[in-house]
């Protein structure tokens, strides 16, 4: 099985090789190319208006100077010598829950992934402010990133899906399990922006500084992170909201 690795926090983030380890469980045939540095919250951000740079690390390890779109792209078409038959995006610092996915660089790789007809799972680590920068930070997603995957490799998916994982913010021993669950949604709304002013007197803005509001709707990846459980969600790039299709034609109609 030739595996390709990527993520959003960068060729060097520890979460890169906490999903290296867990790859290597199922395959040594194993290629990664990632972003240079951080690119959270990029989505699915293409880089179209500069000159993509591709660093090679070692034989089989690479970097780019774009956001994670541009390393599966890159990946697929410069780096892995053959067709990968998983792309997996990862081990995220923090939660790409609900609404999340779509501001997520991790999941927006595997998008891309999908888009390209290939097997691609996303998988994040929440934590808490205890937990962020600890030494066991990643220890749930060591522990249980292969029983997780495991199924997620050989289940038939439909074209175009990809699968969003998360690990909740406790201890390995505490998890109660793994749930197929949907998407939740967070409220938005109530969202703040700090202002401030830089050394030089300039003024600035900072987003997400704040928790989000959500609820915990039953069956909802919120819901299971929530109770203990780790949350795998099928994820469909058809944006369509089919049940508008009808009243929209009516409206139209001659």
Not at 50 to 79: I, N, Q, Y
Not at 147 to 155: E, K, N, W
Request: with cysteine.
């Amino acid at each position: 099985m030739r595996i390709l690795l990527t993520n959003d926090d960068g060729i060097h983030a520890p979460g890169l090789k906490v999903l290296e380890a867990i790859a290597r469980q199922f395959s040594d045939d194993i290629w990664i190319c990632a972003p240079d540095e951080e690119q959270s919250g990029m989505g699915h951000a293409l880089t179209l208006t500069r000159p993509v740079r591709l660093r090679k690390h070692d034989e089989r390890r690479f970097s780019v100077t774009g956001t994670p779109t541009d390393a599966v792209t890159m990946g697929l078409r410069k780096v892995v010598d053959a067709q990968p038959d998983v792309i997996l995006s990862g081990v995220n610092r923090g939660a790409n829950l609900a609404d999340d996915i779509t501001y997520s660089g991790t999941v927006s790789a595997a998008i891309e992934g999908a888009l390209a007809g290939i097997r691609s799972i996303a998988l994040s680590q929440v934590y808490t402010t205890e937990t962020r920068n600890s030494d066991s930070a990643f220890a749930t997603a060591t522990e249980w990133g292969a029983r997780v995957l495991a199924p997620l490799l050989d289940t038939p998916l439909p074209k175009r899906t990809l699968v969003n994982v998360n690990f909740p913010p406790i201890t390995p021993d505490a998890v109660k399990g793994i749930r197929a669950v949907r998407q939740g949604f967070h409220d938005y709304s109530r969202g703040t922006v700090v202002e401030g002013r830089d050394p030089r007197g300039f003024q600035y803005y900072w987003f997400g500084l704040e928790a989000i509001e959500h609820t915990l709707d039953h069956g909802t990846d919120l819901e299971a992170i929530d109770e203990g459980y780790i949350s795998v969600t099928p994820l469909q790039l058809d944006l369509t909201h089919h049940a508008s299709l009808g009243a929209l034609a009516d409206r139209y109609a001659d």
